[in-house]
């Protein structure tokens, strides 16, 4: 139920009352949302890659096969989590200092995980109906930049120091 409940709120931002509602979520129940979102969003990939494995053409055997991807796969898929939003805060970051608005990182952190859901659906979206994969990742640095510069703006300012 918590999945849903972040998924409906991430869909709605960049409105001030998602924002808020997300933004008091633990770091915990971020991850969690994110991991479950992209295996989610990457299941249909990871089932036609099971289903289409070619013995012949594979060193190891088909149950191989899938024990090393269920067990690595999830695995590629945090460490995915973690650096991707951790890079993309870290512009969020360079964002707020350049607005001068008073966030740490952690928030943006949350913010940041939560801003690239829209963009990440469109994304798979876009490859599934085959278009290139720059306009793909144009279209979800746009979006990802707009949520970000609407989000960090609700905040207030930061006192100017003198």
Partial sequence: MEFFDSLMNSLRL??????????RKGITNTIGYL?????LLFLPDMITSIIY?????TEISRGMYIVQFLV???LLIVFLILVGVSVLAGGSL???KFLSRKLTYQQLWKLTAYASTLPLILSILLKYITVPDAFSALIFIGIFTYYMYRMI????????KT
């Fill in 14 to 23: 960049p409105k001030k009352e998602a924002m808020f509602h997300l933004n």
């Fill in 35 to 39: 991991f479950v979102l992209l295996l």
């Fill in 53 to 57: 494995l070619e013995t012949n053409v």
């Fill in 72 to 74: 690595f796969y999830p």
């Fill in 94 to 96: 360079l964002m707020r």
């Fill in 153 to 160: 703006t609700v905040y207030p300012k930061a006192p100017v």
